[in-house]
């Protein structure tokens, strides 16, 4: 019973679904060449695959998605419902904040990089660079039907560290990357009575820890997953700050603490 705490307890914390959710990135550890090792598992707010492929000893490339659950279906996450009214007028202590999720998000990636750079030690370590491309829409229901939409780039780098032995995989992931926007919200606007777009671009750096436990017998594996995702937004859309998808001083509104469980396939290379 305590270790479902330990589960529940994070996964209750979890953000909202959001205009930006953090990749559930490809964490392979591959050894040799013809390797493969592929994943899929659920987030409170999303579904996710990764897949991994060695090319020789020292060259692999991966491919990773990831797919919100408002788009097919009426719930942002877990916890909360396209239809959920916003939180109340508040109190002694002001308004609470707003718990709803926001956007149907979509994102895939593609990277290649480098392995087996300790091949002397019991621990792996690997660097991949690769770029990612995502998409966000929205239509806020309470606020005459405004309509959101954001598409964003980024280029990233990434180091994977962890030990890999028969039945458990551990380690840890580091990512830094670069997001360029293109922000746009059909707002209804009461002076003209009809609905005007917006549109601007803002970049944004990334900061992405990301901690990881496979554990399982031979080649299938249960897998457990906690990152964190630091977001500085470089050039915040003031005039557009509170709208859906931006906070209150225009930055970024992204999803920080994310944890997933799925499971893990291992094809042994040659």
């Known amino acids: 019973m305590k270790r479902q705490f330990l589960f529940i307890i994070p996964l209750l914390l979890q953000s909202c679904s959001s205009m930006y959710i953090p990749a559930n990135r490809s964490i392979p550890l591959l050894e040799k060449k013809g390797e493969f090792q592929g994943e899929t598992g659920i987030s409170t707010n999303s579904l996710y695959f ?9 060259i692999a490339a991966s491919l990773n998605g990831n797919l919100s659950y408002r788009n097919f279906s009426n719930k942002y996450d877990l916890f909360t419902h396209k239809d959920d009214s ?13 718990r709803r999720g926001k956007f149907e998000h979509r994102y895939w990636e593609a990277s290649m990089g480098k392995m087996n750079m300790l091949p002397r030690f019991p621990v792996k370590l690997e660097m991949f660079g690769g770029i990612g491309t995502g998409k966000a829409t929205d239509i806020d229901y309470f606020d005459n039907d405004n309509r959101y939409k954001s598409n964003y780039t980024s280029l990233f780098v990434q180091g994977n560290y962890g030990m890999k032995k028969r039945n458990i995989e551990a380690g840890g992931s580091m990512r830094l990357a670069y997001s360029g926007f293109n922000y746009s919200v059909d707002r209804y606007t009461f002076d003209v009575e009809e609905y005007i777009l917006f549109q601007d671009k803002f970049n944004v750096l990334h900061v992405e820890p990301l901690l990881f436990v496979r554990v399982g017998k031979g080649n299938l594996k249960f897998v457990y997953r906690v990152g964190l995702n630091l977001a500085l937004t470089l050039d915040p859309l003031e005039k557009y700050a509170g709208y859906r998808g931006l906070n209150n001083s225009g930055k970024l509104d992204n999803t920080v603490f994310h944890i997933s469980i799925g499971l893990s396939y291992r094809i042994q290379g040659k």
Do not use: C, L, Q, T
């Not at 990764?50 to 020292?58: G, P, R």
């Not at 007028?89 to 308004?95: A, E, R």
């Open 50 to 58: 990764n897949s991994s492929y060695a090319f020789s000893n020292d």
């Open 86 to 98: 916003p939180p109340g007028s508040g109190g002694f202590f002001g308004p609470p904040p707003d």
